[in-house]
Every structure is written in structure tokens, then in C-alpha cells.
């Protein structure tokens, strides 16, 4: 038969494909477009979409999710279509997927095999592979042996070859269980080895820089940000999970401010935890900002959702980001927000703007696409504001032979007046209060007039103002 051979691999590449979901009361999703974000996330995989089907349900059926005169509907409609493979939006048993392929001689694909195969065909990284692989081998793996071992049953189909998805490759799944799991621990212990590289990064790179992680929904402009503010770089298209790796550039902020600002990967509504707990290497730049940048795409219908996911999903990573600061005994402060309200030029007037400040306040309306258009000055004054602490006039002493101090000030500050003695440097400059903590923090020996002297300890860098 054909479908069990199907089975064998997860891609809907070049597939025409039928769309289906089950709306139980508690279901959330755009009742403009049900299907929007499925459809998108089929075509990002390749496949061509040529039919969909929604049930309202009070509860799914246990033994093939949506109702069985759906299934039926189904099978006709693939039929009548020429469609070869079911998409459902639900993350679905094995035994949900094998019962269903039964009646309807369709492969079927779950959400979240759907959302990994993505992963798997944008992977270009050493990391980004080996995060795919091991979501692979704990999530798909597991799933098509079930689903090989059902069909031998019913079928009485033995020594099946060509079993294999993406990524791991057939071999790794026709082979014994052991060495899977021997495979998922040294794929763990590399991706621990990079995090904890990549935590060593970060950390130094913070005690130099403000640091900015640019965070949102899949496809809500991140890429575009960070291109428009920094030299740019970053991959941005029409597409679900154009970025599935972090880059950091700077953002000169002018007046000799600079940040550090990283792209991240994007989110999305029921992200499979296999792979949320992949790729939190690929966040960790984002979980130790000093300031997150939510850009949300203000035109999509559907974007209350995706900002409660973003928020949801943010809260879920501050708390892992919690426990491992805890237990690695050092202190972790959850980042300053601020929302971008991106894709301001689709709207057609300002009612949906005015809806998400009152909702957000001190959300600032942005258009990406623009350089210097709407939000970019109201956006570099926040950030300026943010990074500086409060600006005043000061006037403050340094040691000469402190030269490195000398470099920052000059060249962050806006210096009014210089002053050389033999060891020291007495300077009237206009400072924020973070920008003098920062240079504490780093060892500087500030003396400023008309100010006590710190208690040590007290000052972190870029202490934030919440
Ligand atoms: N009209 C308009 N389009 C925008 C704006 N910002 C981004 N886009 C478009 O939205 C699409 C997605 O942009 P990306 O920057 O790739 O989005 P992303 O958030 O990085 O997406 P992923 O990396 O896939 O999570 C691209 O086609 C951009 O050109 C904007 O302000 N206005
Ligand atoms: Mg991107």
C-alpha cells in the first residue's frame, strides 16, 4: 500500500496537502483565518496547500482526533483533490496518525513534525543541526517506530527499509534503540559544551556592552529590525522561521553609544518543548540582555495571539533562565521590555495603534522597512535613555593611568571641558548614572564632585529601571 511508504519520512516538500483542525472550545486561533498560520507553515515546508477542513468539537475523538465522519470527508477530499498528505494543526498520538492513515490512504502529518521539518531543511549551523537532530531523534524517532512497529502489526509488513526523516537519516532509525540514546547523549553533551561556551560569550561580552535581544513571533519583522539598525545581514524573507540562529551586531546609537544587538530566532504557538529546550542555546544571548526588543507585527489579525505567545513563551524561558542562574550561584535579572509595534505602514488607520498603546503603554508604533520612517527616532531616544541612566552635566576625576576608562568616556559621552594635572584627568562631561555604573562595575576609580563615594558592591552595570 502505498501510504505506509509515505510514512516513511515526514518532508511535504512538492506534496499537495489538505489542511486539518479540530476547534474545541478552549482552542485558540484566529477565527478570521483558522487555518492562516498552518497553511504558511505548510507552504514555508513546500508543500502546496489545495484543500482544508475545521471541526468544532467540545472534545477531540480518542481514536483519530477529529470525528470519524470527518476522516471519511477527508479521504474523499484528498481523493477528489489529488492530495497525498494530511496536515493536521494538533500535535497527534501515533496511534492517532496510524488510525488515521489507515482510512484515509494519506500519509498524515502532525504540527509538530511539521514545525521540525522546517527546522530541519533551514539547519546551516553546526549548532542549529545538532539542536535539529536531537529534537529529531527524541520527538520523530520514537513516533515512526511506533508507527512502523503498528503497521507490521496490522499488515503483517516485515523487515520494512527506507524508514528515515531528515537529519538523523534512515540507518540512525532503523538501528537499535541503545544507540539512540547513546547518539541523544553525546548530541546533548555537544550542545551543553556550546551553551556553556556560548554563556562564557555573552557574559563578557555584557560587561562591555548594553546589550539588546531582538524578540518576537515568527516572521514579525525581527530580521528587518536588526538589519535597518545595524550593518545588517541577517536573512529576511516572507516566511515562517527565516532565522533559526542568533547574530549580534552593533547598533551605534550615535554620540559614541553603542549596543550589542542580537536577531533571534522566532516563536510560535505550541512549539514542540523538544525543540524549545534545543534551541535555548540559541536564546541565551536573548535571555541575558540588558533590554528585549518585542517586535510584533501589528498588521497580522492574528497578532494578540502571537503577543500572548510571545509573552507566554518569554515566562517560560525567564524561569529556565531563573534555575540555571540559580544553580550556577550567580544573579540574573530578567530584561527591561520594550514592544515594537512593527509593520505600522500596512495599517490603514491609527484605531489598531491606539488599541495596542493603551494596551502596551510605551509601545512605540515602528515601520521597519523605512529607514529613519515611523518609530526609529522614538525608539533610539528610548534606548538612549535606557543604556544612559539619567543624563546630567557632572564633574568627575580619573587617574591617568586608567586609560581604558578615559577611551569609554571619551567616546560615550559628550565631553564639555578637560582638565590634565599630573596623575589625573578632571572632566566635565555629560553622563548617565548607568554609564557611571558601568564604568565602577569595570574598576574604574571615578571621584565625582559633589557626590558621595559608592558603596562598593551596590553598583552593577547597567543597573535596570524598572
Ligand atoms: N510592510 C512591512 N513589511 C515588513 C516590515 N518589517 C518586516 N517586514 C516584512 O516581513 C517579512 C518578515 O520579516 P523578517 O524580518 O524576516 O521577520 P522575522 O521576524 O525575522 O522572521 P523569522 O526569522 O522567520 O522568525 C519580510 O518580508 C519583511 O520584508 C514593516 O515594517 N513593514
Ligand atoms: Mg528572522
Known amino acids: 500500500m502505498a501510504y505506509q511508504k509515505e510514512r516513511s519520512e515526514i518532508r511535504v516538500q512538492r506534496e499537495s496537502a489538505v489542511l486539518a483542525a479540530v476547534h474545541l472550545p478552549e482552542s485558540r486561533f484566529d477565527e478570521r483565518d483558522p487555518l492562516g498560520e498552518l497553511r504558511a507553515l505548510a507552504e514555508t515546508a513546500g508543500a502546496t496547500v489545495v484543500g482544508e477542513l475545521v471541526q468544532r468539537r467540545q472534545?477531540?475523538?480518542?481514536?483519530?482526533?477529529?470525528?470519524?465522519?470527518?476522516?471519511?470527508?477527508?479521504?474523499?477530499?484528498?481523493?477528489?483533490?489529488?492530495?497525498?498528505?494530511?496536515?493536521?494543526?494538533?500535535?497527534?498520538?501515533?496511534?492517532?496518525?496510524?488510525?488515521?492513515?489507515?482510512?484515509?490512504?494519506?500519509?498524515?502529518?502532525?504540527?509538530?513534525?511539521?514545525?521540525?521539518?522546517?527546522?530541519?531543511s533551514r539547519a546551516t549551523t553546526k549548532q542549529a543541526k545538532i539542536a535539529v537532530e536531537l529534537a529529531q531523534l527524541e520527538y520523530t524517532y520514537p513516533r515512526l517506530r511506533a508507527m512502523w512497529d503498528h503497521l507490521e502489526r496490522i499488515v503483517g509488513v516485515g523487515g520494512i527499509k527506507g524508514v528515515g526523516t531528515r537529519g538523523p537519516g534512515e540507518q540512525q532509525i532503523e538501528i537499535d534503540r541503545r544507540i539512540v540514546q547513546r547518539k541523544k547523549v553525546v548530541l546533548k553533551r555537544e550542545l551543553e559544551e556550546i551553551y556553556a561556551r556560548k554563556q562564557r560569550e555573552v557574559s563578557a561580552r555584557n560587561n562591555d556592552y548594553f546589550s539588546i535581544g531582538l524578540v518576537g513571533y515568527t516572521n514579525a519583522g525581527k530580521s528587518t529590525v536588526f538589519n535597518t539598525l545595524t550593518e545588517g545581514g541577517a536573512f529576511s524573507r516572507d516566511m515562517l522561521f527565516a532565522t533559526l540562529m542568533t547574530r549580534t551586531r552593533q547598533w551605534n546609537l550615535g554620540g559614541g553609544q553603542t549596543a550589542m544587538l542580537s536577531d533571534t530566532v522566532g516563536f510560535i504557538r505550541d512549539l514542540p518543548h523538544h525543540l524549545i529546550a534545543s534551541f535555548r542555546a540559541t536564546l541565551e544571548e536573548a535571555m541575558n540582555a540588558h533590554l528585549l526588543l518585542i517586535v510584533l507585527d501589528v498588521?497580522?489579525?492574528?497578532?494578540?495571539?502571537?503577543?500572548?505567545?510571545?509573552?507566554?513563551?518569554?515566562?517560560?524561558?525567564?524561569?529556565?533562565?531563573?534555575?540555571?542562574?540559580?544553580?550556577?550561584?550567580?544573579?540574573?535579572?530578567?530584561?527591561e521590555q520594550l514592544v515594537l509595534l512593527n509593520k505600522a505602514d500596512l495599517l490603514k488607520d491609527n484605531s489598531i495603534l491606539l488599541y495596542w498603546t493603551s494596551l502596551v503603554p510605551g509601545a512605540i508604533p515602528f515601520c521597519a522597512t523605512e529607514?529613519?520612517?515611523?518609530?526609529h527616532k522614538d525608539l533610539l531616544d528610548r534606548v538612549l535613555e535606557i543604556t544612559r541612566g539619567k543624563v546630567r552635566e557632572r564633574t568627575l576625576t580619573l587617574p591617568l593611568s586608567d586609560s581604558k576608562s578615559i577611551d569609554i568616556l571619551e567616546k560615550r559621552c559628550e565631553v564639555l571641558a578637560r582638565d590634565y594635572s599630573n596623575s589625573h584627568v578632571r572632566y566635565r562631561v555629560m553622563i548617565g548614572e548607568h554609564q557611571i555604573a558601568q564604568l565602577r562595575a569595570q574598576g574604574a576609580q571615578i571621584q565625582i564632585e559633589g557626590e558621595p563615594e559608592p558603596v562598593k558592591d551596590r553598583d552593577r552595570p547597567f543597573v535596570q529601571t524598572q
Open 59 to 120: 472534545r477531540p475523538e480518542s481514536a483519530t482526533y477529529i470525528g470519524s465522519g470527518k476522516v471519511e470527508e477527508l479521504r474523499v477530499m484528498c481523493d477528489q483533490l489529488g492530495a497525498g498528505v494530511i496536515i493536521f494543526d494538533h500535535e497527534l498520538s501515533p496511534k492517532q496518525i496510524a488510525n488515521i492513515e489507515k482510512e484515509t490512504k494519506r500519509k498524515v502529518i502532525d504540527r509538530s513534525e511539521l514545525i521540525l521539518d522546517i527546522f530541519a
Open 371 to 375: 529607514p529613519d520612517g515611523t518609530g
Open 299 to 335: 498588521s497580522d489579525p492574528a497578532a494578540e495571539l502571537q503577543y500572548e505567545t510571545v509573552q507566554e513563551t518569554l515566562d517560560e524561558l525567564y524561569k529556565d533562565a531563573e534555575r540555571s542562574a540559580k544553580h550556577a550561584g550567580i544573579e540574573w535579572e530578567r530584561p
